[in-house]
C-alpha cells in the first residue's frame, strides 16, 4: 500500500519511522516531510495545511491511506476532503478537531457532560476579561481560544502579568483571530500528566503516559514552547489513576463528542493534572502530540498501520494493542532564541556517532548534510529498561550532536 503522512515534524518523523516497521506499507510518502523523514519516505513540497494541493497528490499518485498528524490541516478539514475524495484517511473530521481548534468549545464540553476541568469565564472583551482579573486575582490562566503553535497559554503569576497576557492576545493579535476570544481559569495545582488514545468513536485504547516539559529551561523556567523534552511512562500515572481517568475523563468524552454529533476517530490526546481533589483535564488535542509521540510510539510493539486502519474502519475493539515494559526519554536540542528569535542554516554535526534515535523536527538535507531549518532542531531519544537509563543514554547522544547556537534543557526526566 502506498501510504501519505501529512507534516513535516519531529512527531510525524516517528510516526514514519513506525509505520515504515509495517509490512503491509509499500511506499511511504510524507508532505512537506524534512531532512530526516527522507531517509524513511519520499518527501512532496507541499505545505501541511494546503488541503486542495495534499488532496490533488494523494488522487493523483494514488495514494491508498492518508495519516494527517498536525492540528491545522485536522481543523481545516483536511479528513473531510479526502474521504470525499474516496481517499481513507486517519484523523478526525473536521467537526471533531474543533476539541482542540476551540478552547471555548472544549471547555463547555467539559462543563456539559461533567468532566472533571477547572472553574473557568470565557470573554470576548479584553475589558470585561481584566476586570474579572482584578476581581479573581492571581495566580490565574489565560488561554486564547483557538490554535497557537502550543503557546497560547499563559500561566500568570499576578494580575498585571494576567492583563498583559489579554492584550497581547485580544488587541495586538500575536495569535491572530485565535484570541478573539479567551478562556479565563483557575490555576489547579499539581503534576502534569499526557495520556494519548487511539479511539474510533466507540473504543477508547490509551497509550503509555508521559510527560512534557514545556517550559524552555531548567526548572521550568522561562517561555511557554511546543515542548522541550519527554519520556514515558510517567511514574506518577498509577493504575488506580488509570481507572479513575477511564471512568471519569475518557469514555465520556467519547460519548459526550457523539452526543454532539461530533464522532472523534483518530488520537484524542488528554493533558491531565493530578490535582488533590482527583485528576482534571486542561486540554485536549486532536492528534498525537509532540514531542510526547517520540517516547510513546517506540514502546510501541503492535503494527502502527494494524492499529490506524481499525480506527477509521470503526473495528478498534478487534485490536489488542501491546507494549514494551520499558521506559523513552527525549531531549529536544532546540536552536538559540526558540521560541522567540532565532537563526537557522547551521549544518549539523555528529548524527552518525548516535546510538539511539535522533527524531528530525526542523532539519533540511543538501549534499548528504543536515542543517537547521526551525527551532526544535532535533529530538534525540532513547529507550531503556528503566527511565534513569533512558534520560542517560539520551544525554549521551546529545552529547555527540552539535551546531551552532544550540540549546536544551539538562533536567529531562528529573522532575
Known amino acids: 500500500m502506498k501510504v501519505l503522512v501529512v507534516g513535516g515534524g519531529g512527531r510525524e518523523h516517528a510516526v514514519i519511522e513506525k509505520l515504515s516497521q509495517s509490512e503491509k506499507i509499500d511506499k511511504l510518502y510524507a508532505a512537506p516531510g ?3 523523514i527522507a531517509a524513511k519516505a519520499e518527501c512532496v513540497d507541499i505545505k501541511a495545511t494546503d488541503v486542495e494541493g495534499i488532496c490533488s497528490f494523494a488522487k493523483n499518485n494514488g495514494m491508498d491511506f492518508v495519516v494527517v ?6 481543523c481545516l478539514g483536511m479528513v473531510d476532503r479526502l474521504e470525499k475524495e474516496g481517499i481513507k484517511a486517519f484523523g478526525p473530521e473536521k467537526k471533531a478537531a474543533v476539541i482542540e481548534g476551540s478552547k471555548v468549545f472544549a471547555k463547555e464540553l467539559m462543563k456539559k457532560y461533567g468532566i472533571p476541568t477547572a472553574p473557568f469565564e470565557i470573554f470576548d472583551d479584553p475589558d470585561k476579561a481584566c476586570e474579572y482579573i482584578d476581581e479573581h486575582g492571581a495566580p490565574i490562566v489565560i488561554k486564547a481560544d483557538g490554535l497557537a503553535l502550543g503557546k497560547g497559554v499563559t500561566v500568570a503569576k499576578t494580575t498585571e502579568e494576567a492583563k498583559a497576557a489579554v492584550f497581547a492576545i485580544m488587541k495586538d493579535k500575536i495569535f491572530g483571530e485565535s484570541g478573539n476570544r479567551i478562556v479565563i481559569e483557575d490555576c489547579l495545582c499539581g503534576p502534569e500528566v499526557s495520556v494519548l488514545a487511539f479511539t474510533d468513536g466507540k473504543t477508547i485504547k490509551p497509550m503509555v503516559s508521559s510527560q512534557d516539559h514545556k517550559r524552555a529551561y531548567d ?3 522561562g517561555p511557554n514552547t511546543g515542548g522541550m523534552g519527554t519520556f514515558a511512562p510517567s511514574p506518577l500515572y498509577t493504575g488506580t ?5 477511564v471512568k471519569k475523563i475518557f469514555v465520556p468524552t467519547v460519548r459526550a463528542m457523539n452526543s454532539e454529533d461530533r464522532k472523534f476517530k483518530g488520537v484524542l490526546y488528554f493533558g491531565l493534572m493530578l490535582t488533590e481533589k482527583g485528576v482534571m483535564v486542561i486540554e485536549y488535542n486532536a492528534r498525537f502530540g509532540d514531542p510526547e509521540t517520540q517516547v510513546v510510539l517506540p514502546l510501541l510493539k503492535t503494527d502502527l498501520f494494524d492499529i490506524m486502519t481499525a480506527v477509521t474502519d470503526e473495528r478498534l475493539d478487534e485490536i489488542d494493542i501491546e507494549w514494551e515494559e520499558k521506559a523513552a526519554a527525549c531531549v529536544v536540542m ?3 532564541g526558540y521560541p522567540k528569535k532565532y537563526e537557522t542554516g547551521y549544518e549539523i554535526f555528529g548524527l552518525d556517532k548516535v546510538l539511539g534515535t535522533v527524531y ?3 532539519t533540511k538535507e543538501k549534499d548528504g548534510k543536515f542543517f537547521t531549518s526551525g527551532g526544535r532542531v532535533l529530538g534525540v531519544t532513547a529507550v531503556g529498561e528503566t527511565l534513569a537509563e533512558a534520560v542517560k543514554a539520551a544525554y549521551s547522544d546529545v552529547g555527540k550532536i552539535s551546531f551552532k547556537n544550540a540549546f536544551f534543557r539538562q533536567d529531562i526526566g528529573k522532575k
Do not use: F, R, Y
Open 34 to 36: 524534512n531532512g530526516g
Open 69 to 74: 498528524t498536525p492540528d491545522d490541516p485536522l
Open 219 to 221: 526548572n521550568d523556567e
Open 241 to 245: 489513576i488509570a481507572e479513575e481517568c
Open 334 to 336: 532546540a536552536s538559540g
Open 360 to 362: 528530525h523536527a526542523g
